[in-house]
């Protein structure tokens, strides 16, 4: 039989040497020693279902042939100078980058993850207006750096200590489990399959998350104004969290309004994966001023960016900006590559299609099932909210989601959790499933609830 690394010892030097607050899956954690496109092979050579990618991280599949080629090649030839000098590969893929990029977001700076991103888009707004205030979405998860984690505003990632001042929250837009949408909601959100049942075209829930942003802004904010406002276009680990129709175009409109800049996080929903569109905020159509993004970019290989106007960027020429391993030769030839394949394997129309396909199956299981409460999401982002009855919406206890979890893995499905009270299961796969994989995933699913629900 087939025999990996030993299962034993690589779990007691976790248990030991790493930290122990370490984000880990699965009450006995898998030991993933190898992938190959949507799959993982544990210690015994067992096969697994990738639906979560690494935190939606592997856009186009593990080991990708052809990223594997890309790095290989970069391997033999540079690997790092730090940008002191001109190397080809930085240039040749920031300029297909931002040929991704709609109007003037023209300017790249390479960084080598989400939180960097993050935090460098802060401080360029903060140049750029003369401002110091910022304001993000309640729910939203933009990084873990001491700035960041001011902005990150779900209590389960917050530690107890001073975050970055100068940050204010808003109300979430979450039509499912907010004060307002939901049953009371007439208007569609932007979501494929609707949670809200609102008909009329008007949304009145939208109209009052806005009215929580208009006050944060008149009495929070000082008179001379807001350096940013940061929104994910899809909440991702709050639970693929999807706002309702024209709450973010209205929102920029607001935040203009102060002087603001508009801050796009599309560390989960870029290149391709909501379907639609290539970026998630073109789906809100919505402009903004800055977008940074990581994690799919790089297909698991440590990538970032944050893209701007040439005349935000200006603002940053006041000072050197240095990154030892921004843009270096090796992540930029992976990320060139990442690019191609999405185009030329239509990973974004795959999204769009397989995603689709498996919104319309869940939904039949939400309306088979009083306890799976919403079914949301776009192209290959959905998330699949818990509860313990659709009238109450109130999560599903954390026991009864964990148990059906667990189940779908020993049947070799990996799903990902989210939501403040981690009852969302979230499917955020590599943009390479196939529709057997989309039919293996409901019958897995499917299967667990009912085993769960038959032995309570
Ligand atoms: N923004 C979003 C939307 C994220 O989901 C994350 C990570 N989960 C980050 C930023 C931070 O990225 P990183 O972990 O690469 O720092």
Known sequence: PYTGPDYERTSSIRKAMLSPAILTYYSKPLLIHQGHMQWLFDERGRRYLD??????????????????????EQAHKLWHTTNIYLHPKIHEYAEKLVAKLPGDLKVVYFVNSGSEANDLAMLMARMYTGRYDVVSLRGAFHGASPYLMGLTAISTWRYQSPTGFGVHQTANPDPFAGPWGGANCRDSPVQTVRSCGCTDGQCHASDMYLDQLDDVLKYSIPKAGLAAFFAESIQGVNG??????????????????????????????????????????????????????????????????????????????????????????MSCA???????????????????????????????LRDEFEIVGDVRGKGLMIGIEMVKDKTSRKPLPIGDVNSIWEHCKDMGVLLGKGGLYSNVYRIKPPMCITRSDADFTIAVLKKAIRDHLEKK
């Not at 990708?64 to 790095?71: I, M, N, T």
């Not at 191609?340 to 769009?352: P, Y």
Request: with cysteine; hydrophobic share 40%.
């Open 240 to 329: 693929t969290v999807q706002f309702p129709k024209t709450f973010l175009k209205r929102a920029y409109e607001l935040v203009r309004g102060k002087g603001g800049l508009c801050i796009a996080d599309e560390v989960q929903t870029g290149f391709g994966r909501t379907g639609d569109h290539y970026w998630g905020f073109q789906g809100h159509n919505v402009q903004p001023d800055i977008v940074t993004m990581a994690k799919g970019m790089g297909n698991g290989f440590p990538l970032a960016a944050v893209v701007t106007t040439p005349q935000i960027a200006a603002t940053m020429g006041t000072a050197l900006h240095f990154n030892t391993f921004g843009g270096n030769p």
């Open 51 to 72: 639906l979560f990618g690494g935190i939606v991280t592997v856009s186009v599949g593990h080991c990708h042939p052809k990223a594997v080629r890309a790095l290989e």
């Open 334 to 364: 992976v990320g060139s590559a990442v690019l191609d394949i999405i185009e030329e394997e239509n990973c974004q129309s795959l999204a769009r299609d397989i995603g689709g396909y498996l919104l319309g199956e869940l939904a039949k």
